[in-house]
């Protein structure tokens, strides 16, 4: 146990002030009132759903909870189920295999919600192509989407600035 | 590159009466492509069983315009010295069937059932003939992987094939099990974590697992498609993100499966970096996955120390190779990035300082009693069971199974080096966390010994790809294990087919056999001590 506590100890704080993004982050539709918007900030509960990425995007949204970016420090978190989550954050080209899947978790947030699509293939298809016979389309195409987060993958910053642009403006 | 025909599958076959013909086509010639007759088909696994070699990848391809004929199926097997050999044979275009091998392989069950689906392909005797990656709302009638079907398809509608209500697992016949106090349990697509999406049906008793049933497919994204009609450059990019943690090994797997076919030497420099590349990603890898099944397991400390270094080496990369996770930094004939000598320098300081503390924290992580109780004895699988599926990297490692290109082809740059690969037997978490332990530790060395070793040179030759009809086939141990690739080119350097089989397709198979027996909150740590890939397996 001691090394174990030294270890903490010497590894220290390591949390930086959040960087600038390497990626843009655009806001559409007016789903939300900015009233509603401002309610999520301090405690936003996200469900993450991956609707067919390569993992890429998953493992830089892991990264956002690292230590040196610690995404909870802005009262953001990651939960289990879309019960009770506040917010969507999607990643790849949806695929035909996971459109019902995608809806049904859609449906199952209870509202207000929001929805951030997450990654080139989650706002375009990416690589893979919307002239694809695999993939139903965007996550636009599939439910609304209040912000996308561009890049491939986008970096944990962007992420994280994503997020909070989202609930912020 | 030149190779000798390797004939020793093809006297082993004539000696059981079966004829083969060497097909003057395909590349390596070191990697020998017999044509067999269809009838002999279930005799050639049966006779590769028999030899004690591993099933590497089954799959089919229509002819190209060159060709007379219509479809061929293919098989490839590796012996742990006579190397690797395919198999292929032509099949009827009107009613195309293919004997049934998986009574030799378990392993071959989910890639038949995926002839079935993407070619339209009968298989007789198929133990197991669910579709797999069509789900059930697609027509039967499709078969994506037939030229005569175009990429840009517009599928029906999912809705107007599901009846109301119906949800998309309804009409997919999950095993079945009854008596008193079992009950049925069904996770995902969407899981509770920040992973891929796939579906676990648990059958358990109490806290027990009886049978966990994995069903994927959810993330078929018609990657192999997607490769048909690009050049070899152009699909570079596409197989950096067939699995996004493996960007190195299916990009380096892609790039050098191009390469055999077209005959083509890659300078030494970039040679190295791809090695100095993969075993970066397998570190970093490793790391990520240690820290996950120490979350799992309620060990948070381990995984907040180990998502540190993780990112370290995330950053270093973007720094270095221009992409945190590596990606486009392979491309067929060379790389894209390069090593000033201050880089090396600061890639090798990283390197060492990474497996320092990984070995640091490894003895807490071996003093804690608590994770130490769950890991021990959790989820084994049998050395029997392993050499049955073909357990691949670290999973066989850990079960006695100890299969490692690096090691058995030794392909360049492990041609210089002496490569120890680590030897488990118990094959439960413990020792595949082991064993990714010991992998940190020698994918560091390796990491040091390419840098020392890093010539002077150009980084890429140019790409010009075979004639029409030319095909390659070529295996790397990427960081979940082997990656096999097979390519053929079409006219004008356009690829008429890519198949590719990440080992995620094999080593699902033995999380469902670990499982067994497990209570069921230790599956998450089971899970995460396999980590497979979803989108590789899906494609």
């Not at chain 1, 899947?101 to 706002?123: F, N, Q, R, S």
């Not at chain 2, 966990?212 to 959810?218: A, K, L, N, S, W």
């Not at chain 2, 380096?252 to 076919?261: L, R």
């Not at chain 2, 010994?449 to 086939?473: N, R």
């Amino acid at each position: 146990m001691i090394r174990l506590f030294t270890k903490i100890i010497k590894t220290g704080n390591r949390t930086e002030a959040l960087g600038k993004a390497d990626h843009a982050t655009e806001l559409l539709g007016e789903q939300l009132s900015s009233a509603i918007r401002k309610k999520f900030q301090g405690s936003l509960a996200i469900r993450e759903v991956d609707a067919g990425s390569c993992n890429g995007c998953e493992l830089e949204i892991i990264a956002a909870n690292n230590c040196y970016y610690d995404l909870e420090r802005f009262g953001v978190h990651f939960v289990p189920s879309p019960r009770f989550a506040d917010m969507l954050l999607v990643t790849g080209p949806v695929t035909r295999n996971m459109e019902t899947a995608l809806k049904m978790t859609y449906e199952a947030t209870p509202g207000p919600k929001l929805v951030v699509a997450a990654g080139d293939c989650a706002i375009n298809c990416g690589v893979f192509g919307k002239d694809n016979y695999a993939i139903a389309g965007s996550v636009a195409d599939i439910i609304p989407v209040d912000a996308i987060i561009h890049g491939c993958p986008p970096t944990p910053t962007d992420i994280i600035r994503g997020i909070l642009q989202a609930i912020e403006t | 590159m030149i190779h000798e025909a390797n004939t020793w599958f093809a006297e082993c076959l004539s000696d059981h009466g079966i004829f083969t013909r060497y097909l003057e086509d395909h590349h390596p010639a070191a990697m020998s492509c017999l044509e067999v007759r269809r009838l002999d088909w279930a005799n050639v696994a049966e006779e590769a069983r028999r030899k004690n070699m591993r099933f590497v990848s089954l799959w089919a391809a229509e002819a190209g315009s060159h060709d007379k004929k219509a479809l061929y199926a293919y098989m490839a097997f590796a012996h742990l010295e006579h190397r690797h050999v395919l198999l292929r044979t032509d099949l009827n275009e009107k009613d195309p069937s293919l004997p049934d091998i998986s009574g030799h392989y378990i392993s071959s069950v989910r890639m038949e059932r995926s002839l079935q689906d993407m070619f339209g392909i009968r298989v007789e005797g198929l133990p197991d003939t669910r579709q797999w990656l069509k789900h059930e709302h697609w027509p039967e009638d499709v078969h994506p992987m037939r030229t005569t079907f175009p990429v840009d398809t517009r599928m029906p509608p999912v809705e107007d094939a599901l009846s109301a209500g119906d949800l998309p697992e309804t009409g997919y016949a999950f095993i079945k099990a009854e008596g008193d106090g079992i009950y049925e349990y069904p996770v995902g697509p969407v899981h509770a974590g920040i992973i891929e999406p796939g579906h676990f049906r648990f059958h358990a008793v109490g806290e027990k697992i009886l049978n966990m049933e994995e069903r994927f497919g959810y993330v078929h994204k018609g990657i192999e498609k997607r490769f048909e009609g690009l050049t070899a450059v152009e699909g570079a990019r596409l197989a950096s993100r067939i699995s996004g943690d493996s960007a190195v090994a299916h990009a380096w797997a892609f790039a050098q499966t191009c390469e055999y076919a077209a005959y083509l030497d890659v300078p030494e420099r970039a040679v190295i970096l791809r090695g100095i590349l993969c075993e970066r990603e397998r570190i970093a890898n490793h790391i990520g996955d240690i820290g996950g099944v120490c979350n799992d397991g309620g060990f948070a400390f381990m995984n907040v120390q180990m998502q540190r270094l993780r990112e370290e080496m995330a950053r270093m990369h973007k720094d270095l190779f221009g992409h945190r996770l590596l990606m486009d930094t392979i491309i067929p004939g060379g790389v894209t990035c390069d090593l000033n000598a201050d880089e090396q320098q600061r890639l090798a300081q990283q390197t060492s300082a990474i497996a320092r503390e990984v070995e640091e924290l490894r003895t807490i992580y071996a003093d804690h009693p608590g994770i130490q109780e769950r890991v021990i004895g959790s989820g084994s699988v049998s050395i029997e069971d392993a050499i049955s599926i073909g357990l691949l990297g670290y999973a066989g490692r850990a079960s006695g199974v100890y299969a490692d290109e690096r090691i058995e082809e030794a392909y360049p740059p492990y041609d210089r080096l002496d490569v120890r690969a680590p030897r488990g037997e118990l094959g439960d978490v413990a020792t595949r966390v082991w064993v990714r332990f010991e992998e940190v530790a020698e994918s560091s060395r390796l990491v040091l010994a390419l840098l020392k070793d890093l010539p002077e040179g150009s980084l890429q030759t140019e790409f010009i790809a075979p004639e029409a009809g030319t095909s390659g086939f070529d295996a790397i141990e990427g960081w979940r294990g082997e990656i096999a690739a097979w390519v053929r080119f079409g006219e004008n350097g356009i690829i008429d087919r890519y198949a590719v089989r990440d080992p995620s397709e094999i080593n699902w198979l033995g999380l469902e056999l670990a499982v067994r027996e497990v209570p069921v909150p230790d599956f998450p740590l089971n899970n995460k001590s396999f980590n497979c890939s979803y989108s590789g397996n899906d494609l």
